[in-house]
């Protein structure tokens, strides 16, 4: 389907296309397996200006529409999920200052991201806070010209990576989640650590670490907005960047979908392509429409977003839900469409598959998302 993207749109295409399978494609299994985390394909995400795509032009950067940066987002995607979400954390780290900060706190901290020179990541989720955000146990209590910091956050992509950490801490627990707020932590701030490099299903090339606050001091002039305002910022930040997780989750299963029907049609048995057959051939049109509707959805969405609407809460989640398991179904049916050459890591399915199954858990799980499709939808009768 044609989605009327524009020249530069198209050219953005290309570029994270080439990157993908010419740099990616050829590390991928190597990275997945060991776990190594991609600097050397961030250098060339940054010489190719793609890290410019999240960022406004008035800040160094070449658009900050969600267009563009799932255009990108969804090429990456289509040979490895893992190795992307360096650039992809980094675009969800980014967007509470986009959303809440000072024009000279985005004045100092952008430019550097749209160059590639520094990724950014995201730190609300705790052991016991994720989709109950509300629930932060970290706190930031005030003292002088400073904010002291002091618990731990959880599973954070990127974490021990990035430069930038946009952190949700307590300023005020009896005021419960209007007591929140944000912060920007710098990687190398006295009392900032790191925990051990978790080891995951999926996603293995990104990094994913506890992140640990003992008594670390940040200028009062790292704050976010103001204080209170952390809770708004970032369901801010997921309404704004749940299509780009739809993007990825897409971006899989359209990559599990080409190998899938390459394979079939190559595959003999009983003297004729596996593709002859009605029922493999019912499986890839159906594996094709779920994508091609996902698809619609998350870009109908993000021009939404681009001119301007003001409500997209419900839209958004229905993207990150519904292209999420479409993903999972389809890796689900191009491993077994490969039958046993689909469960060995010979064939990138499996690893799709894998890395599929974090799109319906991480950014809020897809049952909150249907939780939050059905509260706004009662609203509007």
Request: charged share 25%.
């Amino acid at each position: 389907m044609d989605y009327f993207l524009n020249e530069d749109q198209l050219e953005l295409k290309e570029i994270a296309r080439r990157i993908a399978v010419e740099k990616m494609e050829p590390v991928r299994e190597k990275y997945d397996e060991e776990g190594i985390f991609p600097w050397d394909i961030v250098e060339i995400m940054a010489q190719s200006d793609l890290f410019g795509v999240m960022v406004p032009e008035n800040y160094g950067g070449l658009s900050g529409k969600v267009t563009d940066l799932i255009v990108v987002t969804e090429e990456l995607c289509k040979i490895d999920a893992g190795t992307s979400l360096a650039f992809g954390a980094t675009g969800l780290g980014i967007y509470p200052i986009l959303l809440g900060a000072s024009e000279e706190q985005k004045q100092k901290y952008l430019p550097a991201v749209a160059e590639g020179k520094r990724l950014a990541a995201f730190a609300l989720t705790e052991a016991n806070a994720g989709s109950d955000a509300g629930n932060i146990q970290t706190t930031a209590t005030k003292d002088g010209d400073y904010y002291v910091l002091n618990g731990t956050k959880q599973w954070i992509t990127n974490g021990g990576e990035a430069e930038l950490y946009t952190v949700f801490a307590m300023t005020d627990k009896t005021k419960g989640a209007r007591g929140c707020s944000c912060f920007i932590v710098e990687k190398d701030t006295p009392g900032f650590t790191f925990g051990k490099k978790e080891n995951k299903m999926g996603i293995r090339a990104s990094a994913t670490r506890e992140l640990i606050f003992e008594d670390c001091r940040i200028p009062k002039e790292n704050l976010i907005s103001r204080e209170g305002m952390g809770f708004m910022i970032a369901m801010k930040t997921f309404d704004k960047s749940r299509p780009m997780v739809a993007a990825q989750a897409i971006g899989i299963a359209q990559g599990a979908l080409d190998v899938a029907a390459k394979y079939v049609k190559e595959r003999q048995q009983f003297g004729k392509p596996v593709s002859s057959f009605q029922g493999v051939q019912f499986m890839l049109a159906d594996m094709a429409t779920q994508i091609e509707a996902a698809r619609a959805l998350i870009y109908q969405t993000a021009k939404m977003i681009d001119e301007g609407c003001k409500n997209y809460s419900k839209e958004s989640a229905m993207c990150k839900y519904f292209a999420s398991d479409v993903a999972m179904k389809v890796t689900i049916d191009a491993v077994q469409l490969l039958g046993g050459y689909g469960y060995m890591k010979e064939y990138p399915v499996e690893k799709m598959m894998r890395d599929a199954k974090i799109m319906q858990i991480y950014e809020g799980t897809n049952q909150i998302q249907r939780g939050i499709v059905a509260s706004q939808l009662l609203k509007e009768y």
